[in-house]
């Protein structure tokens, strides 16, 4: 389990792609503090075993499921990479519960600088968006934002200097792909009220308009 809450900014010293599956080794610096074999560290939002380490440089390896639902296939030696270690049970929840796997990937679509701040417009599929709510989370390469606008096809989220500055983010350009994860809360709430609609069964008392008049 994650926050959203980037640690640093790793730097991926090579790539090894095989026919099933592929490893990917990154040099860091802080996530090293209490690094231990089988840890999780969220590697631009995407959950990853450490399956070896020293040296400041960690292995995981990626299995093809992993590659063909985010953008690790792209990455190469050189790119700079997002990390987070698992939440610690005395730590404190300074984003949203993220679980690190990855509902998809979006497309950055427009960027405009607006005073100190800057917005970025991703556009997802259907899939993604009708789970994405105004003022709602959403994890963008692992980081905990919080979204600002919504249209059919996109959403928007600012962007402060200091997030910009310890993330990959400022680094995006119109057309890159970024891996998305929507808040686990709305899937699971879907997913317990879809089976009573569709079967004709007990309604229950918990609908999409009960939680849409509460606030949720």
């Keep these: 389990m994650f926050t959203g809450i980037v640690e640093?900014?790793?730097?991926?010293?090579?790539?090894?792609?095989?026919s099933s599956s592929s490893f990917i080794r990154?040099?860091?610096?802080r996530i090293f503090e209490d690094m231990h074999l089988g840890d999780s560290i969220a590697v631009n939002g995407v959950c990853l075993t450490v399956t070896e380490f020293?040296?400041?440089?960690?292995?995981?390896?990626?299995?093809n499921e992993t590659l063909s639902r985010s953008s690790l296939g792209q990455l190469k030696n050189g790119s700079?990479?997002?990390?987070?270690?698992?939440m610690a049970a005395n730590g404190r929840f300074g984003g949203h519960i993220v679980s690190g796997h990855i509902d998809g990937t979006g497309t950055v679509s427009k960027i405009e600088n607006d005073g100190i701040a800057v917005w970025y417009t991703i556009s997802a599929d259907s899939g993604i968006m009708r789970y994405i709510v105004?003022?709602?989370?959403?994890?963008?390469?692992?980081?905990?934002?919080?979204?600002?606008?919504?249209?059919?096809?996109?959403?928007?989220?600012?962007?402060?200097?200091?997030?910009?500055?310890?993330t990959i983010l400022s680094s995006k350009k119109i057309g890159d792909i970024v891996n998305l994860e929507n808040d686990i809360v709305g899937k699971y709430v879907e997913k317990l009220i879809a089976p009573l609609q569709d079967n004709n069964k007990k309604q229950s008392s918990i609908s999409m308009e009960f939680l849409a008049k509460h606030g949720f």
């Design 134 to 166: 105004e003022k709602g989370s959403i994890a963008i390469d692992g980081i905990s934002l919080t979204v600002a606008k919504v249209t059919d096809g996109s959403f928007s989220v600012s962007i402060i200097p200091h997030t910009a500055e310890q």
């Design 54 to 63: 020293g040296g400041n440089v960690f292995r995981a390896d990626v299995m």
């Design 26 to 29: 990154i040099q860091a610096d």
């Design 8 to 18: 640093e900014v790793g730097t991926v010293k090579a790539i090894q792609k095989g």
């Design 80 to 86: 700079p990479v997002n990390l987070e270690r698992a």
